[in-house]
């Protein structure tokens, strides 16, 4: 099927409902005629008039739900006629006449809860820029792919008004989530030329249901759960003016820009260099970033998220970068089932869709632990072996979290003391490319590598783990979740600090969250500020209550793996962590969008 469009959509005022179109005329620096012409400000903080503006300043669906009952239309002069619920005579507001913006404020103030401060009316009209206030400064104009929410209903067993999406151009004819393959694509929609910039992150006005006015569905949480990312659609800046109407055509022009595009770590294509079998068992796969994003985003010891269709069905997996070349890296892969199996399959050329690098556990964080930790050493919980060495970071990984070593490794300094304790089975170090490279890593006379075979010496005790990290300072652990948890204890009964332990485990797709939170007690939430908020478990996880308050807390994947969304609290003991998280909050934070509050939780700080 010829990729098409189906309807067109503006929203002349921010954060409220939608408003359908015929046909429309797109202009270079601009979107569809009309669309977020208009804002209200809820006195958050001060607009700039005529010019673009952050969403946090304005009334926003994801703050306020009731906004999606109100109805809106333009006029034939271009005035804006803006209806509350169960009111019969709108509110007409003219975009360019500054008396009627104030009176129309007053009236809209009326209608609405109170906000932190006065009600103002604010035109996205400006002479030099007659773009509307989109969330993302450049996102002329939004696409929305019917295919890619039809994939989502299926695997979710939910319907889905793509309306959510609150898109301008709702597209069919693509294959589920290929339009992602457009970033950096120029593409001619009817008339009118556009260049694809960006995929477009999804918030938690997507919960808002446009007909109910209520927050009902959590998408971002099942675009997570289901894609591995919270992406959806696409953004596209004008660059050449044309007329669009529903059955237009969507044909690619180009595939290549010049134009600049904003860096990001959200889901592109890559292109597989190399592929083949390693004498383990797992499997190496070698990619490349076209769009060279994978470099301004790396850190030693970050992690990258695969999207795949396996068996008809979107999945995801999170692997360790590895043996990084600038926007080159490689990922090794654990053949387990039928979703690393299809991926060596791959063979050099095929494209592969990938996302990050991301992650908190970096060469630079467990730096500055080591550094810290020399300053402030912890008493030993069991005494140490004698003998052992009395500094430095033990680095402890088990099967493929080796992965993590290969990672790590380049960022720590030479002369820092680095010991690695790698488990795995069946390990020949003349033969295995991956123990060969960490041998490479571990040559310098402050580096040490020990290996332990469980086909031979069968899996390590307590007693033999508490050896390997006898006398550090810092330690990493990397592997499965079981041998995350053992070898975490083993560092404790080390002596270790608990604030001086790495950890990462490894993940795979989460179960769905409601199931999760049923049961649990209604509990307060103090932020930063002084709000007060109630929590329910309807509410979602922290970071989704926090979010639906108008917090901005940064964010990748909202499933415990990547550790953006980390907040410090007062007592992390007063939370509840329900979601299978495997990144690292650090002492005194937790991982909001994994867990829940308890009684009483004041927030000091959100990200």
């Given amino acids: ?95 360019a006449d500054p008396d009627s913006r104030s009176s129309a404020a007053i009236d809209i103030a009326a209608h609405l809860p109170a906000g932190p401060g006065p009600v103002d009316v604010v035109t996205a009209y400006a002479p030099a820029a007659p773009q509307g206030m989109f969330d993302c400064e450049q996102g002329h104009v939004s696409l ?88 959806c659609g696409v953004y596209g800046t004008v660059l050449s003016p044309g007329r669009v109407q529903p059955n237009d055509p969507i044909t690619v022009e180009s595939d290549t820009t010049d134009h600049p595009l904003p860096v990001g770590t959200g889901p592109r294509t890559m292109v597989v260099t190399d592929s083949g079998p390693l004498e383990d068992g797992r499997h190496a796969l070698r990619l490349r970033d076209p769009y060279r994003w994978f470099a301004a985003g790396w850190e030693p010891g970050r992690h990258v998220r695969v999207h795949h269709q396996v068996e008809g069905r979107h999945t995801w997996r999170t692997y360790t970068a590895a043996l990084v070349d600038e926007s080159e890296f490689s990922v090794i892969v654990g053949v387990r089932g039928p979703v690393s199996t299809a991926l060596t399959h791959l063979t050099p050329g095929d494209r592969l869709t990938v996302s990050g690098p991301f992650g908190a556990l970096t060469a630079a964080r467990v730096l500055t632990s080591e550094r810290e930790a020399a300053a402030a050493s912890a008493p030993a919980a069991e005494a140490p072996t004698r003998g052992a060495p009395t500094d ?97 204890a083993a560092c404790e009964a080390a002596g270790i600090a608990p604030d001086r332990i790495h950890r990462e485990a490894f993940s795979s797709p989460v179960d769905d969250l409601t199931d999760r939170l049923a049961g649990y007690e209604p509990a307060v939430i103090r932020r930063p500020d002084g709000t007060r908020l109630t929590w329910v478990p309807e509410d979602g996880t922290l970071l989704d209550a926090l979010e639906a308050d108008g917090a901005r807390i940064p964010y990748t994947c909202r499933s415990g793996a990547c550790g953006t969304c980390t907040i410090a609290v007062d007592d992390p003991a007063r939370t509840v962590r329900v979601l299978d998280a495997t990144a690292d909050a650090g002492p005194g934070r937790v991982l909001s969008c994994s867990t829940v509050p308890v009684g009483e939780l004041r927030v000091l700080d959100e990200g």
């Fill in 144 to 231: 929305i792919s019917l295919a890619t929410v039809r994939a989502l209903e299926a695997q979710t067993g939910s319907r889905i008004d793509p309306l959510r999406f609150r898109g301008n151009l709702l597209v069919d004819g693509f294959e589920p989530l290929a339009e992602f393959d457009l970033v950096g694509s120029i593409v001619r929609i009817g008339e009118a030329r556009v260049l694809i910039r960006s995929t477009i992150e999804r918030c938690s006005a997507t919960t808002v249901g446009p007909r109910t006015a209520v927050s009902d569905m959590g998408i971002p949480r099942m675009l997570a759960s289901e894609f591995g990312h919270i992406h």
């Fill in 392 to 488: 430095g970071i033990a680095l402890v990984t088990s099967g493929v979290g080796l992965t993590s070593a290969l990672s790590l490794l380049p960022g720590l300094p030479d002369g820092l003391p680095v010991r690695l304790l790698h488990i795995d089975r069946g390990i020949d170090e003349g033969a295995r490319v991956t123990i060969d490279a960490l041998t490479r890593l571990t040559e310098s006379r402050e580096r040490t590598l020990t290996t332990w075979d469980t086909a031979v010496r069968g899996r390590p005790a307590r007693a033999d783990l508490i050896a390997a990290v006898a006398g550090a300072s810092t330690a990493v652990v990397c592997g499965g979740a079981q041998f995350v948890a053992a070898a975490t």
């Fill in 1 to 95: 099927m010829q990729p098409q469009v189906v309807s067109l959509h503006r929203f002349p005022v921010k954060g409220f409902p939608a408003e359908d179109v015929t046909r429309a005329h797109l202009e270079p620096g601009a979107g569809v005629p009309g669309d977020r012409v208009l804002a209200v400000s809820d006195g958050t903080a001060g607009t700039v008039p005529g010019a673009w503006n952050r969403w946090s300043r304005f009334f926003a669906l994801k703050k306020r739900p009731a906004l999606a009952a109100w109805s809106v239309r333009t006029c034939d002069d271009g005035a804006v006629a803006l209806t509350p619920p169960s009111v019969s005579a709108p509110i007409v507001i003219d975009p």
